[in-house]
């Protein structure tokens, strides 16, 4: 068990690189199981707790794997299971993602129910009316989805009720393989969900309108491994952009795509933030005061639940009141109690928060109660005064790949103590007290 501490005050300068994406990463390993022939090569894929895990539902499945550099190696043409167990898709819904493949692979899936989350309840229901309409038959029971097909499945049209990412990816997937044409309509429209298409389409399938709310998907009969590099991460990227902006730095976020995150720096230049795109990514420098703004999270390419968090840490240091409106997941403002802790002033009205800026943050000990919660506490952390302790840390290593390395090679004052180590520093301050006598000085976990 680690914590984050974070001494508040620097102001951050200089480059960082983005890793590859998680939510483009997940799916992509999940697809690697269509590849009946070759191997599959994936480029940048970042080395996150989520891509383990992942890795490790498909070696259950009876899939090679290797992962070396970042690159990861999938060989899938010997698979022999078609059941994701529990013990994998409790860790990680994204587990969920290789209902799809398998069902076009294998005929016949059974995986552990995904459950809720602490942002919502994450319903599949429109996964499930996907696989349906493609000619599988559902059952559940003991906690488990069985899907199974007689023959093959059959291309069909689909409307989404919502935009779902997962189900659009996993419909996508599924359908590569299907008799046929499949029409995806209303679905979701990620840069994920694009590369997700191209990976798709490198393997051999014929999937067009990806990034539109329109995909359709010409079934082909088998697919084979292909190379591929997943794309940057464009929430890593905005908490970078993020770091910048609260510490009024100046940052260059190495691999950003502007067009990605463009709700994100839409929202950073009306307070007041400078974000100059070029080629190879994206500098951010601010001047504060900086200006309240309102957000409201939505389905691609409106602004993105999983900056929300991050945001309403500026907004604590912007000048005026701003009203955040999270609606993506039900329960997305668990951060609001623990910025509470650090002295800001956030009131939650059904699915709003109101957010007074200019906020003299106060370092405390808080727990990430999610992944973007966690990065938000640090990078509130980082203007705060004295020092924060940010638990929960397996939350951040799920989605950030060295976050308090990179931070730290901006000039921020951070590093990492596993729980041993902070319970050592305990004992030897108050060795220093009595003796008087300077002993431990705690050093980051990474040196
Ligand atoms: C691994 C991955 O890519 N995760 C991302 C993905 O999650 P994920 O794919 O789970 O998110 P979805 O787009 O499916 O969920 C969006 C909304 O649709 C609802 N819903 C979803 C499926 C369904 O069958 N029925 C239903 O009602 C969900 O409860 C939620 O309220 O997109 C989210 C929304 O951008 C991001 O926050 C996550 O980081
Ligand atoms: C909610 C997130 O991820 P997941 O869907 O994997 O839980 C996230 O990346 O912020």
Not at 13 to 23: D, I, L, P
Not at 98 to 107: F, Q
Not at 323 to 331: A, K, L, R
Request: glycine share 10%; aromatic share 4%; hydrophobic share 45%.
């Amino acid at each position: 068990m680690s914590k984050f501490i974070v001494r508040g005050g620097n102001k951050l300068t200089g480059s960082v690189k983005v890793s590859g994406a998680k939510n483009s990463v997940l799916p992509i390993i999940a697809a690697s199981l269509l590849g009946e022939e070759g191997v599959s090569v994936i480029v940048d894929a970042p080395p996150l707790d989520d891509v383990i895990t992942i890795s490790k539902v498909l070696e259950s499945i009876g899939a090679g794997i290797t992962y070396e550099n970042n690159v990861m190696r999938v060989n899938a043409q010997a698979i022999s299971s078609c059941e994701a167990p529990y013990e994998w898709v409790r860790k990680m819904r994204a587990s969920f993602l290789v209902m799809g493949p398998l069902l076009a692979r294998m005929g016949h899936t059974r995986i552990s129910l995904p459950g809720g989350c602490a942002i919502g309840t994450r319903p599949i229901d429109q996964h499930l009316k996907g696989f349906e309409a493609l000619g599988a038959e559902i059952s559940l029971g003991q906690g488990y989805i069985e899907a199974k097909i007689n023959g093959r499945l059959r291309g069909a049209k689909i409307y989404l009720d919502v935009a779902s990412v997962g189900a659009t990816e996993n419909i996508m997937m599924a359908a590569t393989l299907a008799e046929g044409t499949t029409v995806i309509e209303n679905a979701a429209k990620e840069p994920e969900i694009v590369d997700l298409a191209n990976y798709l389409n490198g393997m051999g399938a014929k999937v067009r309108g990806a990034g539109t709310g329109v995909i359709r998907i010409e079934g082909v009969e088998k697919l084979h491994g292909t190379e591929h590099t997943v794309i940057p991460d464009r929430i890593e990227a905005g908490t970078f952009m993020v770091a910048a902006a609260i510490t009024g730095g100046d940052v260059y976020v190495e691999g950003a795509i502007a067009d990605h995150l463009a709700p994100v720096i839409s929202k950073m230049e009306e307070m007041g933030v400078t974000v100059e795109p070029d080629e190879n990514g994206i500098r951010v420098t601010a001047n504060h005061p900086l200006k309240a703004v309102d957000i409201k999270t939505l389905p691609y390419p409106g602004f993105p639940t999983d900056m929300q968090s991050q945001m309403m840490a500026l907004l604590l240091k912007s000048e005026g009141t701003s009203v955040v409106t999270e609606t993506v997941f039900e329960n997305r403002f668990m951060h609001v109690d623990e910025f509470q802790l650090m002295n800001a002033e956030i009131k939650v009205e059904g699915r709003s928060a109101i957010v007074t800026g200019g906020a003299n943050l106060k370092g405390a000990k808080v727990c990430a109660t999610d992944l973007r919660a966690g990065a938000a506490l640090i990078l509130a952390g980082l203007v705060s005064e004295g020092t924060t302790e940010v638990s929960g840390v397996h939350h951040i290593d799920r989605g950030y790949v060295d976050l308090a390395e990179k931070l730290s090679a901006l000039g921020a004052d951070i590093w990492r103590v596993s729980i041993e180590e902070k319970a050592l520093e305990t004992t030897k301050k108050k060795m220093e007290v009595e003796e008087e006598v300077p002993l431990f000085n705690i050093q980051p976990t990474w040196v």
